[in-house]
């Protein structure tokens, strides 16, 4: 009954009709929650139509990457190459604390929608700033402890006037538009499996798409669609098949079983879409990225060898069954963490002198790739960085040709791209004018290593690399480089490339304007030439900007916003970027002879002198072992820590008195620092805790 309700009051929005809300789920029912019904309905509706049309009403930003193509290109011009001298900030809104901002903004109408820190979602007057409303959906902090990199969010989605999130403990939740008021919410996930959820939805066909992280943690990887009226379960589709003796979903699961061997499932598998998503109307194919395979290591986790579909694929699924159509896999048999969840791009090349309607993508593993998007054949693929896990990617088998000599099977090798991927999650742009791909790209490489004494662990982190591995030959030289890099699709060229201080840069922004908008990782928000690249404007912001700038216009007055909040996996692990977070995160938003000011930054902490302490060397290096596992995801490798989370170097004498209650007992779960008494006993605790203090002794006297 409800379920027809909410036809009947979507039947004018959706593009398709409102069949398929009425299939059954394919798989077990989720807990929904409708508290009221629904309030009216605003007057400027956001539905298929309208964001297939986004062009004739460039103002605005209607989904994540503006239009279902994903290209994060706009139309807009009257900030452009001749007058972006004169930008300034037009308004600012600083949040508490530092913790990352990944969120592309939302522009309806004039309101700014946004996800901040903790899944809090802020609506804004997108010419003020003025905060309209808010809603805090009250995620369980401590469930950072099962996501590798911090509480963070990439974006919303709107639909029939509500506006869409998934939470980090697995929740989608519907609020109203208008007022912030939640009209549904359901549990996407099972709580208690460690999934958690960081990207955007998109809502194609009136369906909500959304998937889900953590392969890394032991689990299955799935998408699903949900009705965007009612929040019901539409449809599911499995990224990875589970044990076969349970029976498969579907023909493609049985398919994918093939490729796998040994007792995955026990491993979970991985394969999850944690972040990205394309839809093409036409086709009416909903475009899915997946995740790497859980552990990194194939040996673990598929003895026998074999392709392991459909890990670090893009998957060509059905918008309104889930159905699956055709994959394309960029690395069979992953090894590497080199997922496929980076952002895929929609767009028509001509290639080889006949138009191709293509899809385009950089995933972790190196390679650019052009795909056909109506069959999943690859068109062409080449190295926008140094790679040397695969020599090249063979057109005749779409496969890449690994380079034997670099596995690491047997021994350590140093890999490049590494974990963090010559792209991660920071998406690129499409500017057709120009035809290039703007891509934020990283040379990192890294020493990949076997963990021969690896035992899975639930809940736990499950990568299978050896952490106490000898650095390979080669290693101290180990690259860490950052560059906007413009690339010819067609011709699979650099066109132009801007070196950047500093690895882990912002996502991309190109408009008519000739511009592409970039944060860099040194605190600075810059404009560039799209054509030549040649440096137009930059202003200093007080932290490297990661997430993707959007543009509006209202009252045809053009805005350049971001969120600005330096974080993310390599930050977080990686330390040592403190210098580069020294304000508050921050949402900004710049126009032509815009004033605003930024507040001086903070002066930089001074470190209390530490306790002394009596442990011996033997300790301390237990404890950095247990400290590498169990903290510096999220504090930084060596207790340096990337100035989102305390840097435990500089505790207060008050807070090395309450170590043991805050690691062991939990009592600062409240603001996201988890409990850990399952896993360390109090002699692991005083362990962990001489090595920091050993840390900052050392810091101290530096
Ligand atoms: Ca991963």
């Known amino acids: 009954m409800k379920r027809s309700l909410a036809c009947l009051i979507f039947l004018s929005l959706i593009i398709s009709g409102c069949s398929s809300g009425d299939k059954e789920p394919t798989a077990t029912a989720t807990t929904t929650t409708t508290p009221a019904a629904r309030p009216a309905l605003p007057a400027n509706l ?75 979602i802020l609506a804004v007057d997108a010419a003020t700033g003025k905060e309209l409303w808010s809603y805090d959906p009250l995620p369980r902090r401590d469930w950072t402890r099962y996501m590798c990199c911090g509480p963070v969010n990439r974006g919303l989605a709107a639909w029939g006037g509500n506006i869409y999130e998934g939470t980090i403990d697995g929740r989608l939740i519907a609020v109203d538009a208008a007022t912030g008021k939640l009209v549904w919410e359901t549990q996407t996930t099972d709580p208690n499996q460690p999934y958690s959820i960081t990207g955007a939805p998109r809502v194609v066909n009136g369906k909500v798409i959304i998937g889900n992280g953590g392969s890394e943690y032991g689990i299955r990887g799935y998408v699903s669609a949900y009705d965007a009226g009612t929040g019901a379960l539409v449809w599911r589709f499995y990224t990875v098949p589970g044990d076969p003796k349970a029976g498969f979903e579907n023909p493609a699961m049985e398919m994918a079983a093939q490729t796998w061997s040994g007792e995955w499932w026990k491993y979970g598998g991985g394969g999850t879409v944690w972040d990205s998503f394309a839809f093409d109307p036409e086709l009416n194919l909903v475009y899915v990225g997946t995740g790497n395979g859980g552990p990194w290591v194939r040996e673990i986790r598929s003895p026998g060898g074999g392709d392991n579909l459909f890990l670090s694929s893009i998957i060509a699924l059905n918008a309104d069954t889930g159905e699956y159509v055709w994959h394309y896999q960029t690395t069979p048999g992953e090894n590497w963490d080199f997922t496929a969840t980076q952002q895929m791009i929609l767009a028509e090349l001509e290639i080889d002198g006949a138009p191709r309607k293509v899809l385009m993508q950089a995933p972790k593993n190196g390679f650019f790739y052009v795909i056909d ?11 926008i960085v140094p790679v040397n896990w695969a020599s090249h990617v063979d057109k005749a088998t779409g496969k890449p040709v690994e380079i034997a000599e670099n596995l690491y099977t047997e021994e350590a090798k140093l890999i490049s791209p590494g974990p963090n991927g010559a792209h991660d999650w920071q998406p690129m742009s499409f500017h057709p004018g120009t035809g290039l791909v703007y891509i934020p790209i990283h040379e990192m490489s890294w020493a990949y290593s076997r963990d021969p004494e690896f035992k899975f662990k639930p809940f736990g982190w499950n990568a299978g690399q050896n952490p106490n591995a000898a650095a390979p ?23 132009w490339e801007v070196d950047l201080v500093h690895p882990w840069n912002g996502g991309v922004l190109s408009t008519a304007g000739n511009l592409v908008i970039e944060g860099a990782a040194d605190g600075r928000f810059v404009i560039y030439r799209a054509d030549t690249g040649e440096k137009l404007w930059e202003m200093p912001i007080q932290t490297g900007a990661v997430a993707g700038p959007i543009t509006y216009s209202v009252n045809d007055e053009q805005y350049i916003a971001v969120n600005a909040g330096w974080g993310g996996a390599y930050v977080l692990m990686g330390g040592g970027a403190g210098p580069m977070h020294q304000g508050p995160s921050r949402i900004l938003a710049f126009k032509l002879g815009g004033a605003d000011q930024l507040s001086p930054p903070p002066p930089p902490p001074v470190m209390p002198e530490p306790p002394t302490s009596t442990a011996n060397a033997e300790d301390i290096a237990a404890g950095q072992g247990l400290y590498m596992g169990l903290c510096g995801n999220c504090h930084g490798f060596y207790a340096i820590s990337g100035g989102i989370n305390p840097d435990l170097r500089y505790m207060s004498a008050e807070t090395h008195g309450l170590f043991r209650d805050i690691v062991l007992v939990g009592i ?20 962990i805790h001489a090595y920091v203090i050993n840390r900052a002794r050392e810091t101290y006297q530096e």
């Open 46 to 120: 956001v539905d298929g139509k309208r964001i297939i049309a986004a062009d004739a009403e460039p103002g605005n930003w209607l989904s994540h990457g503006r239009t279902y193509n994903e290209q994060r290109y706009s139309p807009l011009d009257p900030i452009n190459a001749g007058n972006v001298g004169q930008l300034g900030l037009a308004w600012h809104i600083d949040l508490d604390g530092k913790q990352a901002l990944e969120a592309t903004p939302l522009v309806i109408d004039g309101v700014l929608y946004t996800s901040t820190v903790w899944n809090v």
């Open 373 to 383: 998007r109506a069959t999943g054949e690859l068109l062409s693929a080449e190295p």
């Open 668 to 687: 600062r779960r409240g603001v996201g620092m988890p409990a850990f008494n399952d896993v360390l006993s109090e002699t692991d605790l005083e362990k």
């Open 473 to 495: 030959p080669g290693a101290t030289e180990a690259t860490a480089r950052g560059a906007l890099l413009a690339w010819d699709p067609i011709k699979q060229s650099k066109a």
